[in-house]
């Protein structure tokens, strides 16, 4: 099938665009009968129900048709396997895809209702950690976009991501209950349910039987994400685990009543939480069984659909494109490999032809602490069959090996799939390779990091399988919704067309010295700014200028992504200006936000650090708001739509070789922030696209740090150079931001000092520099603004529909070309 786009914005006829009358009736209509509500009761909830239910309607007539065109044609399906999609509220986004958004808003305002204020009442569908998780959702309402045929697969947890409430500085973790009020856009798929085995043993010798000691059963949960332009809409099929018995009736009966509910209790955890850990393998039991149970249920299903439709699984690979989201979902490999030789009869040669035809597996990650290993006793114990499958591989595969010219058990060992020195390990990375025909890096450099590193050895062996696939983000979400404001202004400058062809932002780079286009942006950026100043007020009782420059980094709270470096550099400018106060200082709000895994405790002893230091900054009147430090606590997606477009400046610091790629830094830049960054992952990227005066770039590059690696850690010298870091360090170390426990950051900062890992010192005054020259320019609006034009000009290339036609063009082997 030839998919060409051509994408009007809303273009679905204006015909089946209901007037705000029509809609009107429909909203009322649901309220009264779907959520059984007179207006006159109805609470903000009701009615946020009710105008869901009614746009719903629209996405289902979408949904239901593409369904019914895909069949038809036949066309190859993309599956995208994902342990986390990080949606965040769907309502706005439906609304602008449908292009309903005129006649809901008025619709409501007849009501007496404020659009607005509705969309606040819809919980965030927060089923991912960071990065990886929000890349799903943004790829699924691409696929959409494009028309691309495609099923998100992944996990309905019941409770996503916890809520973070701060203490004193100390980050609690409360449990997410993002289901407790209903959730309009799912729909129960009671009779798409597909039995999950774990345990038990093995018989026969040719042919396999797997006896599973215990199976729970996976029931779907659809939920259709429609695309740009309304014209076509995807499933998202989530799997909630249900216990075939939901009682002991027995055990109930003899007054057990606990009891009867515990293998059910017990069952159904797989589907309980996800799993809060970013970039560090939790090793946990529960957690390579939400690994299988999500695979096994979504190889059977779309085995099962295929079956129907073509009846032989010969041409899998012509119908089917299996992407693996990281490692979680790789034991799908094996599972296919079961499923087709042990329900299918297909032999082992054919059946490995037909998985690695249809499988690509993307890594996101370098750091060695999130590289999936398993052990192979719990792997024996929990699915003997796939632990069978696996030594088989092995077999073959290091028989390919020894074959090799030149061959040693030095490249058996590295390349082997299980690793033999932590106890025997199952290398998930390693078999995520092995199984799939492709492999692709999230950015340029993270793409040459792994080719040299971590998949060196295999890439000499099956040479040919990486390609990199830099990230994109969706511009409906990240620009159009989130800065409508923005959007007219670009609308108004360069006419509509970049709103389905992003490269069309291009257009606006010959408007960036005019001045009433820089105004426009400047004042509409204020605004952002004022609304995002009302946020921090009601959340945390912080009051800070709209005119100050806003200095955001909002992301995970980890060590590589160097939210320390920023901390440093608040103590450092704050002690500057305590030093000089009379100097005419560049007034800076710093904001910072984000979550930190609940066992990782260099990050909470980071986000305190925040809190301590923002203590002691805002009270100071010798600072008199000339600096303010402001953690937003509970980051998630809606938080991030109030204050990425709220940004002049977008903190993206990591140690370089570290962040894969980062997808706030494109938000950032779209949305005209100008960026302070190292050149890691796609920050170098987007230096190249915005053009090296118009980004802040800084420190040592990722080379220079596997050199100074190799040097040794200790950072005493580099200290010892920067009397402004030294400061600052002893001033943090000495309790100056603690004084009720002086010593609550002694070990944080001699650790940092005997062992730079992060290189936090060696970059400290390069980056302090930096910072300065960000004060010099924004003294100088024009060439600001010009910039600031010139970044949001620049990114239109790191749209996900970019990315989307370069994984369906290059890896799934779907043409699709974008207007
Ligand atoms: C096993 C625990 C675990 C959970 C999640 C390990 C690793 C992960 C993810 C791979 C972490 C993640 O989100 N990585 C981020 O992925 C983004 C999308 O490609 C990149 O832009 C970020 O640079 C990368 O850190």
Known sequence: MDAVVNIEPFSRSPSSRPTPAE???????????????SPAWASPRDWFLASAFAVRDFVVETWLASGRRSYASEAKRVYYLSLEFLIGRLLQDAIGNLGLAEPVREALLMQGVDLDALCEQEPDAALGNGGLGR???????????????????????????????????????LPEDWLSVGNPWEFERQEIAYPIGFGGIVTGHIQHQWHPAERILAVAYDTPVVGGGGLHANTLRLWSARAMTPLHLETFNRGDHEGALRDRVRTESVSRVLYPGDDSASGQELRLRQEYFFASASLQDLLRRHMDQFGTVQTLPDKVAIQLNDTHPAIGIIELMRLLMDEHGVEWDEAWRITTACMSYTNHTLLPEALETWPVPLMERLLPRHMQIIYLLNARHLEHVRAQPGANDEMLAATSLIEEHHGRRVRMG?????????????????????RRSIFHDLDALYGGRISNKTNGITFRRWLHRANP??????????????????EALHGLTAHADDLGLQQSASRQRLANKQKLARVIRERVGITVSSEALFDVQVKRIHEYKRQILNVLHAVALYQAILAEPGRDWVPRVKILAGKAAPGYRVAKQVIRLAHDVAKVINADPAIDGRL???????????LAEQIIPAADLSEQVSTAGMEASGTGNMKFALNGALTIGTLDGANVEIRDAVGPDNIFIFGLTAEEVLARRWHGLAAHDQVAASPRLKKATEAIRWGAFSPGEPHRYTSMMDSMIER????????????????????????????????????????????????????????????????
Not at 23 to 37: H, P, S, W
Not at 485 to 502: K, M, S, V, Y
Not at 628 to 638: Q, R
Not at 789 to 808: C, H, K, M, P, Q
Request: proline share 2%; aromatic share 12%.
């Open 628 to 638: 303010k430090l402001v953690f937003l606590p509970n980051y998630n997606v809606s």
């Open 430 to 450: 390693h078999l995520a390779f092995l199984g799939s025909h492709a492999i692709n890096g999230v950015s340029a450099l993270h793409t040459a990091l792994i």
């Open 135 to 173: 890349l799903a959702a943004c790829f699924i309402e691409s696929m959409s976009t494009l028309g691309v045929n495609a099923f998100g697969y992944g996990i309905r947890y019941e409770h996503g991501l916890f809520r973070q409430v701060i203490d004193d500085g100390v980050q609690q973790e």
């Open 485 to 502: 404001g923005l959007t007219r202004i670009i609308t108004d400058t360069i006419g509509p067309a970049f709103l389905t062809d992003h």
């Open 756 to 819: 730079d890992t992060f290189m936090v010192a060696s970059d400290f005054d390069n980056y302090f520099e930096t910072q300065e020259a960000v004060d010099r320019l924004w003294r100088d609006p024009v060439r600001w603004w010009r910039a600031s034009l010139l970044n949001t000009a620049g990114v239109g290339w790191f749209s996900s529909d970019r990315t989307i036609a370069e994984y369906a063009n290059e890896i799934w082997n779907i043409p699709v070309t974008l207007s």
């Open 23 to 37: 809609m009107r009736d429909r909203i009322l209509a649901k309220l009264t009968y779907q959520v059984g509500k």
